[in-house]
């Protein structure tokens, strides 16, 4: 990867990252307690060859609490939690077509409450490189299955001719990219 490739990337990430937080912070006004739906977003971007994937959510959509672990039944949870997080191909599938692969992970589980507005988050990136990235034309999310938790999740995609957003469920976990006319 170039040098303008990884800056390329990382302006990515952090345009997504951006994106991410501001639709993820409280609308009721920085109210204590758990959010009324468990709820998670993820952003796809592709260019060329890569596909970003950033997915955000608040620690109790994802553990069903939103503190630094405070017994072994949540310290077990935090360390499947991270460990879910980190097999992005497994929480990410895209159509085979594609073969896309997995090229990098970053994983956040901080939970530091001071930077989070009363909620703190976990968020994970991913990179992935497809051999045939004009052939991308939709994605699983393994998420529902990693974190029985969560209900929801908002995606917003943007690919080469294709931008959109879905709302993803248990019961739907595919996200077709629709193209643009």
Known sequence: MTVAQRIMTRLCLSLLAIILVMGS???RGGE????????????????GQTV???VAAPAVSLLGFAHQPRNARERDTMRLATENLQTGDGLIRFNTVARCRLAK?????T?????????PEMSA????VCA???????AALGLFVGFPVLNL??????????????????????VSFIPLE
Do not use: M, N, W
Request: proline share 9%.
């Open 153 to 174: 999740a908002l995606v917003q995609y943007s690919l080469p001719g294709c931008k959109g957003e879905a709302e993803l469920t248990r019961g739907q976990p595919v």
């Open 32 to 47: 204590e307690g758990p959010l009324p739906r468990a709820i998670a977003r993820v952003a796809i971007f592709a260019e």
């Open 111 to 119: 939970l530091d409450i001071r930077y989070a507005q009363g909620h």
């Open 25 to 27: 912070v409280p609308a």
């Open 52 to 54: 970003l994937v950033h």
């Open 105 to 109: 992970a970053d994983v956040d589980t």
């Open 125 to 128: 990136s991913y990179r992935f």
């Open 132 to 138: 045939q990235p004009d052939k991308l034309d939709s």
